[in-house]
């Protein structure tokens, strides 16, 4: 008989994390093998292969693949940008290196700010006559005889990535599509990114800008998505659907994503906000932080009634990218993050890390700094193993690494590995402030969710740096990204820069804009297999009081474009700004409201899995009892800082079960530390929730 089964396959600097859905009996399958960074496509393949072990199935049984990368992400943050090539209006050559004045740290340190390398350098960037006016119209012709002389100049250069951004060409594109038809003529080797395709927005630095990273990471993105796609085909012997996660919270076709991998640059992320608002929203809980601990980061967003919040004033590195994107804030604080000294001789923790290869001091791959993983197991926090002891880890050789480390800061090593937790706590806390407070939201109405694999190693900490309401951890924490591949849906992005004073805008103007918009999102999900009945679209606008440089993005209502609706979405702008600001002019006739962008997102929907539930449980926790061992929570604990602490096996804990702190709760990914002081309940659908019995 065959089976249909989805698998969800996230794949991160240290470990490839998969997760399998039967669709016909509603089973949930998990497991993580580790990556393979030299050819990610075999860590792939052998995590599907694993999955599909365990389910005792086969390949011909897979119906879909989703996966997350960071592929886009990683090249960008390690500067690995290939020849490049930027061609502009005549007299806009310079257009990079003017950039914004957006001095990092405030103005404090402007006076040691030096900007970051150009994407392009001035030597690659080319020009070509011809003017367009902000609404579009034509102030002087293309010049086709130079456009060509162009093409020609990069062909001759061997320059053959090309990204391509003319003056207010999100008015009119004819310029730019016919200088793609040139370049194909006379340089048919170019992989070329147009801004009116990747960016319909006005503001000329941010267009060029993400269109030269869209680009920049084209060819590699390509290649690592026709590499995987081929052997997926032949693996599994059918066509399977191979779709990617996207930043915006959507998945798409591994060919829509070839046309504009940009989209991609905070896929993995991504799936991890959406996963865990699916388990935060079941389990009761609306407003939710996501913390995603990995090997090499942590990733943190907000989410509100289920929805996670989206931003277009992102970056990747020091590339600024302005796509849709749920605002998700990273810091360099993973498990493998190395603690180190600063000149000044203080202790610092990452964001530089061990990565998978060579890891830890405690994985014995030739790793010889010490990281997060080796504080934690110096003080009994995690087991001497990963994975269910598929990766034994040396104890002795991380607590000989903290101590020569603790020596050079003239410190105790516990108090030295102590150190290292509490700075990456600290770390997280900040991030996680970065999208609550600067937002204007009060942090101590959120409950955290914690997943990956070192997500919940510090959670009690956070609660009290915080004053969280509480902390959920789902089961399976360390898959949860992979999980979270199977809960979203298909989702396209299109903008329109139309500014105009809200006084004088005119509905039929707004509603032609938002038809145009709606055909091509529709266009792109027809592409994707999905029917006319089951095509969803969700409007919005970015608007600003006049005279603002920035916009505060609003959803527009559905129906039909009249001054009422007009109206409406004016005041829930003047809502927006009022909760992000602190302030509104709704009642001020004085100032008046800009129309800037109008946005539509097509959506297709795909089956959500429902999270089981678990068996109630009928005695005592004890039951997950597996034994003790001396395990440091706070320098003042028993004899050396250590105290005898209960070990919990996860997968026999059952509905309704409570443990008191001190305890370490272990499962095959992730390790919760219980600290004392702290109660874990266990609820109807698995989760930890964590709450503080007492304040410090």
Known sequence: MVRRIRIGIDTGGTFTDVVAFDEDTGELVTTKTPSTPADPAEGFLTGIRRILDQLGASGTDVTAVHHGTTVATNQLLEGKIEQLGFITTEGFEFILEIARQSVPDGYGNSYFWVKPPRIVPPDRVRTVGGRLDARGREVRPFNEEQAREVARWFADRGINTIG????????????????????AEEHPNAVVSLSCEVLREYREYERSMTTLVDAAVKPRMAAYVANIAKRLHTFTQTGTPFSIMKSNGGVASADEVVRQPITTVLSGPAAGALGAALVATTAGFDKILTLDGGGTSTDVSVVMNGEPALTTEGSIGTYPVRIPMIDIVTVGAGGGSIAWISPEGTLKVGPRSAGADPGPICYGKGGTEPTITDAHLTLGRIPPHLLGGEIPLDREAAAEGVAQLAHKLNLDPIACALGILEISAWNQANALRQVTVARGLDIRDFTMVTFGGSGSLLACRLVDILDLAAVLIP?????????????????NDYVQTHVARHDVLEPRTVEEIFDALTSRASEALEREGFPVEQRRFVRSADLRYYGQAFEVRVPVPDGPVSQDLLEETARAFHRAHEQLYGYSFANDPRQTVEWVNLRVTGIGPLRRPELPRIPEATDSPDRALTGTRPVCFHAKDGQGGFVTTAIYDRSRLRAGDVINGPAIIEEFGSTVPLHPGYQARVDAYGNIVVTREEKP
């Open 164 to 183: 391509v951004c003319f003056l207010h060409s999100y008015a009119n594109d004819a310029h730019e599509r016919r200088m793609r038809e040139i370049l």
């Open 475 to 491: 089961r399976d924490p360390g898959n949860l990204s992979a999980f979270g591949l199977l809960t979203v849906d298909v989702k």
